[in-house]
């Protein structure tokens, strides 16, 4: 009785594993283009997010190592004080010139681009511009080199 429970209990469970076998071969038969395509986007995945954070952590790199590294100002402005070129006021008067458009044509005269400009004042690119433009048509100048020929000529700078 023994043997033939054992007997019977092995063939049984050698049917369910053939049946299981079939099921699966069945399966992947059926479904390789979905599992296949499954298997691939799954791989995508992984290696996007491998590579996203590994920019991320380059950016996090580069926004570190431009925040650490020092800014050379020229040493007035290093101090806190703007500098004001010295000029005649009376005739600065008359042209209607701000001291800000003055202080903006006296960097402009040391040769510094409206970017620069920006950086040391603390002001936009766009008020820099705004300020130039406004002192050139005060000025009757067309161009940066004319606009501070003619503040050097009337003793403005």
């Not at 992984?46 to 380059?58: D, I, M």
């Not at 040769?111 to 620069?116: A, D, H, K, T, V």
């Not at 002001?123 to 300020?131: A, F, R």
Request: aromatic share 6%.
């Amino acid at each position: 009785m023994k043997r033939h429970v054992l007997v019977f209990g092995v063939v049984g469970g050698v049917l369910v594993s053939l049946l299981r076998l079939i099921e699966y071969r069945f399966l992947i038969l059926e479904h390789s283009f979905e599992i296949y395509g499954g298997l691939i986007a799954l791989t995508f995945a992984g290696v996007g997010v491998w590579l996203g954070a590994r920019v991320a952590a380059r950016r996090r790199e580069v926004i570190v190592r431009e925040a650490r590294v020092p800014v050379e100002m020229p040493a007035p402005v290093a101090a806190g004080v703007a500098p004001v070129p010295s000029g005649n006021d009376r005739k600065r008067e008359e042209l209607g010139i701000t001291p800000r458009e003055m202080e903006i044509l006296g960097l402009v005269a040391r040769g510094l681009s409206n970017r620069e400009i920006a950086g040391t004042l603390f002001v936009s690119e766009n008020t820099v511009k705004t300020h130039c433009s406004r002192a050139f048509e005060k000025l009757g100048a067309k161009r940066r080199t004319q606009a501070v020929q003619l503040a050097k000529e009337q003793g403005l700078l």
